[in-house]
T-cell receptor, first 117, second 113 residues
Framework: AQKITQTQPGMFVQEKEAVTLDCTYD???????LFWYKQPSSGEMIFLIY??????QNATEGRYSLNFQKARKSANLVISASQLGDSAMYFC??????????????FGGGTRVLVKP | DVKVTQSSRYLVKRTGEKVFLECVQD?????MFWYRQDPGLGLRLIYF???????EKGDIPEGYSVSREKKERFSLILESASTNQTSMYLC????????????FGDGTRLSIL
């Protein structure tokens, strides 16, 4: 069975600094996808970034980048130049490309980030 | 932009009532999902659907059913609401491609009294 682990329940970061959110995963399948979502206090889940298991380069999307280390089964999210609006819960999720009918995702427990001015 | 609309942001119902949560997406997505989110338990998949009239159980289907009569609409039904179904409910949809993200609605905070 798939498993996603986010070991940091919460963290503080100073405004304008970078922050790294950890995500490790466990799967026996060679083909999978990794997703990161942001959930502000208002409750909506916002898609941030995607990394495919066969992608040669780490994904980047604006201030978000993925530090993807396939051998270590980790896909850490890096947020550069933190802003107050980055304060939110962040979820890592994985899709098993072969077995996951209907594009199911398995979510980690989340990390709460608080950006300090 | 993808728009996933959940019918209510907040809902209060009584124990034993039949409760309907509605979700509509406007991107012609094949896949739709219902999750519940509880503190300390993260997001848990209740049911999902990959086509009209098709449905599959997720991780916690007990006490719930779903209906997908039209491609754009996916309904979650609490057959006989109980207090342990008080939760935040999130609907999502996604396209067929394996790299397609799920897009979420704003959520329904349901309280069962």
């Amino acid at each position: 069975a798939q498993k996603i682990t986010q070991t940091q329940p919460g963290m503080f970061v100073q405004e304008k600094e970078a922050v790294t959110l950890d995500c490790t995963y466990d799967t026996s399948d060679p083909s999978y996808g990794l997703f990161w979502y942001k959930q502000p206090s208002s409750g909506e889940m916002i898609f941030l970034i995607y990394q495919g298991s066969y992608d040669q380069q780490n994904a980047t999307e604006g201030r978000y980048s993925l530090n993807f280390q396939k051998a270590r089964k980790s896909a850490n999210l890096v947020i550069s130049a933190s802003q107050l609006g980055d304060s939110a819960m962040y979820f890592c999720a994985m899709r098993d490309m072969i077995k996951a009918a209907g594009n199911k995702l398995t979510f980690g427990g989340g990390t709460r980030v608080l950006v300090k001015p | 932009d993808v728009k996933v609309t959940q019918s209510s942001r907040y809902l209060v119902k009584r124990t034993g009532e039949k409760v309907f949560l509605e979700c509509v997406q406007d991107m012609d997505h094949e896949n739709m999902f219902w999750y519940r989110q509880d503190p300390g338990l993260g997001l848990r998949l209740i049911y999902f659907s990959y086509d009209v009239k098709m449905k599959e159980k997720g991780d916690i289907p007990e006490g719930y059913s779903v209906s997908r009569e039209k491609k754009e609409r996916f309904s979650l039904i609490l057959e006989s609401a109980s207090t342990n179904q008080t939760s935040m409910y999130l609907c999502a949809s996604s396209g067929m491609g394996s790299n397609q993200p799920q897009h979420f609605g704003d959520g329904t905070r349901l309280s069962i009294l």
